[in-house]
């Protein structure tokens, strides 16, 4: 049977050391599409910081274990090792998943309002390349609805902290007044944009920005008054700075204990707030070993992103009823295709068997020497034994075919389906 299906790890069933590990940029998803199509015809890869999920659309019973043999093979771990932390979700769980993904509910920052934007981003650049058909399509369009949807009508971006802003939340918190503290941003991306942002709207005055191309460096300082280095000065500057915020897209540590642990033991215990926001990890956790560094990583921001606004609790529950809702409305309209797809195949297949019965008659009738058929009566036959034929395809069809509309059962339009041979080639 036809069906959506999902399968992933996120925040929630795998821990930093294993997300960073199964992690797409968007420069190789092209790439990883072209291997995924060898496992399944049409999909769509989500990697973020804190999920790497693929929605598809199959009628492979195989499915989900074929995402799961993609995802071993292309980033070289053990099956067993990822089943246990990879969720598979089909039908009306993958589309309520989806719906919540987009809305923020399933972030790790509840509400954060980034990923509407890289579900956009990663779903079109899939589009793009064929590897979305109909259903699909039509599921994410109708996700991204029901994300706007949830921020247009509910509160939670409002009280939701995106990880930018929790990121300059504990900086501030940390050195009480940012605008005596120096802040390096390392990455010119938009999550470096973001943080940048973030920062400026909490006070900070003296921004530096280092980016392996000088360019865009220097284009993001400029945007807010803050100065550039060059990438090879980043290490020495760790010796001056108060906080640094790391959100390239290197597939290394940026920041290690051998390049970077001399500057940072030449502040004689200073404090400094390493703040690494990208998965792949930036920043060398044994930095953390060192005198006065106070390190951060994705799943520590997760823990000071908590509100103490009660209405909070009460914007998501509201948003989650607003998913629900949209959920079902998408699964009702779907079904609804299924349904009519189903009763227009089970009568023209009726049609086909009483039309070949009848002529099988008329020509019989024709023939036979009982009966006295001529040129002026066979047409007043035909027509008599047609809507004979007609009335009871249409008195025998009419309950079940209620039925069929009313239950939207996939699982029951199968068994229908292959009761009456209506599988299609």
């Not at 995802?71 to 099956?79: A, G, P, R």
């Not at 779907?334 to 189903?342: F, G, K, Q, R, V």
């Amino acid at each position: 049977m036809i069906d959506f299906v999902t399968v992933g790890l996120s925040h929630k069933t795998a821990g930093l050391d294993l997300r960073e590990k199964i992690t797409i940029e968007k420069d190789n998803l092209s790439t990883a599409l072209d291997v995924m199509d060898e496992y399944l015809d049409q999909s769509v890869i989500l990697s973020t910081c804190n999920r790497m999920e693929i929605y598809s659309y199959s009628d492979d019973e195989l499915a989900a274990s074929k995402v799961l043999s993609f995802l071993s093979d292309y980033f070289e771990i053990d099956k067993k090792l990822l089943e246990e932390h990879l969720y598979v979700m089909t039908g009306r769980g993958s589309v309520n998943h989806l719906f919540g993904v987009v809305s923020g509910l399933d972030s790790m920052i509840v509400g954060e309002h980034q990923i509407l934007g890289q579900v956009r981003d990663y779903y079109g650049m899939a589009g793009s390349r064929g590897s979305v058909s109909g259903p699909l399509m039509r599921l994410f369009h109708r996700a991204f609805r029901t994300g706007r949807k949830v921020r247009r009508e509910t509160n939670i971006s409002k009280y939701g902290r995106s990880v930018s802003k929790t990121a300059a939340m504990i900086a501030s918190d940390k050195l009480e007044n940012l605008r005596d503290s120096s802040v390096m941003v390392i990455g010119a991306g938009d999550a470096g944009r973001l943080v940048v942002r973030a920062l400026s709207y909490a006070g900070a005055n003296d921004i530096i920005v280092a980016n392996r191309t000088r360019e865009r460096a220097d284009e993001l300082a400029d945007s807010l008054g803050g100065t550039s280095i060059p990438y090879e000065l980043l290490n020495d500057s760790l010796s001056t700075v108060d906080v640094v915020i790391s959100s390239t897209g290197s597939p290394g540590h940026v920041l290690t204990k051998e390049n970077a642990g001399n500057s940072i033991a030449g502040r004689n215990g200073k404090p400094i707030v390493l703040i690494d926001i990208a998965v792949p990890r930036d920043i060398d956790p044994l930095l953390s070993e060192i005198e006065g560094v106070h390190l951060y990583s994705m799943d520590d921001l997760a823990e000071h992103a908590g509100l103490n606004d009660p209405l909070f609790e009460t914007e998501i529950l509201r948003s989650q009823l607003m998913v629900d809702n949209e959920t079902d409305l998408f699964m009702s309209w779907w079904n609804s295709l299924d349904t009519a797809e189903l009763v227009a195949d089970l009568y023209e297949k009726a049609d086909q068997i009483r039309t070949d019965e009848l002529n099988k008659t008329l020509k019989y009738l024709i023939n036979s020497e009982l009966f006295d058929i001529n040129s002026d009566n066979i047409d007043e036959l035909a027509f008599r034994l047609d809507a004979l034929s007609n009335a009871i395809v249409n008195k025998l069809f009419h309950a079940p075919t209620s039925y069929i509309k009313s239950e939207h059962d996939p699982s029951r339009q199968d068994m229908i389906r292959r009761w009456f041979d209506l599988h299609k080639e």
